[in-house]
T-cell receptor
Framework: DAKTTQPPSMDCAEGRAANLPCNHSTISGNEYVYWYRQIHSQGPQYIIHGLKNNETNEMASLIITEDRKSSTLILPHATLRDTAVYYCIVKIKETSGSRLTFGEGTQLTVNP | DGGITQSPKYLFRKEGQNVTLSCEQNLNHDAMYWYRQDPGQGLRLIYYSQIVNDFQKGDIAEGYSVSREKKESFPLTVTSAQKNPTAFYLC??????????????FGPGTRLTVL
């Protein structure tokens, strides 16, 4: 699986958009970009995933560059409850069980 | 409510004792996983199981053992051979949608402290 690079920490004002970047310059054609988050002392929570098109769900939007070497997770209106560590993971989709490799992620702090 | 339960939330054991962590899911998921998390670090895969009575080692299986006798249950035993067992242990499950596994659902975790 391709390695990802994320900033260790970011701050965001409550109500503003939080844009979390992820670099994955060695991504291969069959690898997807997944985002999870982990609120302190809880289990991680799946947010969104994508291959090459931009994706949006009720939690966030995922913007993947045309060359697929980087992506951005967007939380459109951050709240205090969005304070968490956000993990960007790149891996292939498997049909017989999937393994997630978590790096150290980005600690997002949403400030009032 | 469907979900994954792990018990207990906090667990203390003396050095040299084996301890078993519980993980139960009622989501009817095929695959289950155990991860370990150390302070300030990401998760590392210990073991995973894709079907009943079958499991594979993850990246850090030494000192751990698992069983998968039932679809709903995937207990993890931390043996005395595990040199640094104090950590946060997370269980997860997943099932294929549209032919592939997309999302893993995580339990609340068990924080094990070995004294």
């Amino acid at each position: 699986d391709a390695k990802t690079t994320q900033p260790p920490s970011m701050d965001c004002a409550e109500g503003r958009a939080a844009n979390l970047p992820c670099n994955h310059s060695t991504i291969s054609g069959n690898e997807y970009v997944y985002w999870y988050r982990q609120i302190h002392s809880q289990g991680p929570q799946y947010i969104i995933h994508g291959l090459k098109n931009n994706e949006t769900n009720e939690m966030a939007s995922l913007i993947i560059t045309e060359d697929r070497k980087s992506s951005t997770l967007i939380l459109p209106h951050a709240t205090l409850r969005d304070t968490a560590v956000y993990y960007c993971i790149v891996k292939i989709k498997e049909t017989s069980g999937s393994r997630l490799t978590f790096g150290e992620g980005t600690q997002l702090t949403v400030n009032p | 409510d469907g979900g994954i339960t792990q018990s207990p939330k906090y667990l203390f054991r003396k050095e040299g004792q084996n301890v078993t962590l519980s993980c139960e899911q009622n989501l009817n998921h095929d695959a289950m996983y155990w991860y370990r998390q150390d302070p300030g670090q990401g998760l590392r895969l210990i073991y995973y199981s894709q079907i009943v009575n079958d499991f594979q080692k993850g990246d850090i299986a030494e000192g751990y053992s698992v069983s998968r006798e039932k679809k709903e249950s995937f207990p993890l035993t931390v043996t005395s051979a595990q040199k640094n067992p104090t950590a946060f242990y997370l269980c997860a499950s997943s099932t294929p949608t549209g032919g592939s596994y997309n999302e893993q659902f995580f339990g609340p975790g068990t924080r094990l402290t070995v004294l």
